[in-house]
């Protein structure tokens, strides 16, 4: 994980991380926040608000606003990065997309607040681990039309 990155979670001691990131001449002609939107609201759609919502309990807003990313609080932002954060009974998750010349990158950060986290994330985690990098790549896609 990259320092610059990794600074930007407001979560100090996490107790998963990842990061996954898309190799594209276009990152930045999109900010993080169209990023993220692509991403969470479009690709990941229902589905994730499924995973989100009942597997993980996270509270979402229900609406999309300025403040919120597919229910996810903004939590901070910078030119280059957008930090987006969600409580559950028992973790805490944080995402941050940050686009670079040439890349964007999404990097996960999750704190087991309960112990029960401990016995629910790591499976999940593999779940996780199998989608987050497509949900970057169809991202890439719905951002430019005509390429579908």
Aim: aromatic share 6%.
């Amino acid at each position: 994980m990259p320092e610059a990155i990794r600074a930007l979670s407001p979560i100090t001691d996490p107790d998963y991380v990842d990061l996954f990131t898309l190799t594209t001449d276009d990152a930045a002609r999109r900010s993080p926040e169209q990023w993220a939107r692509a991403a969470l609201e479009d690709v990941a759609g229902l589905k994730g608000q499924v995973i989100w919502r009942v597997l993980l309990g996270l509270r979402l807003q229900r609406r999309s606003s300025p403040g919120h990313v597919a229910g996810w609080r903004v939590a901070d932002r910078g030119d280059r990065w957008i930090s987006l954060e969600a409580r559950s009974w028992m973790l805490t998750g944080n995402l941050v997309l940050h686009v670079d010349d040439g890349q964007v990158s999404l990097a996960t950060f999750i704190r087991y607040d309960r112990p029960t986290a401990a016995k629910i994330w790591p499976p999940l985690s593999a779940v996780h681990r199998r989608l987050a990098p497509d949900l970057l790549r169809d991202a890439h896609r719905v951002q430019r039309p005509g390429l579908h």
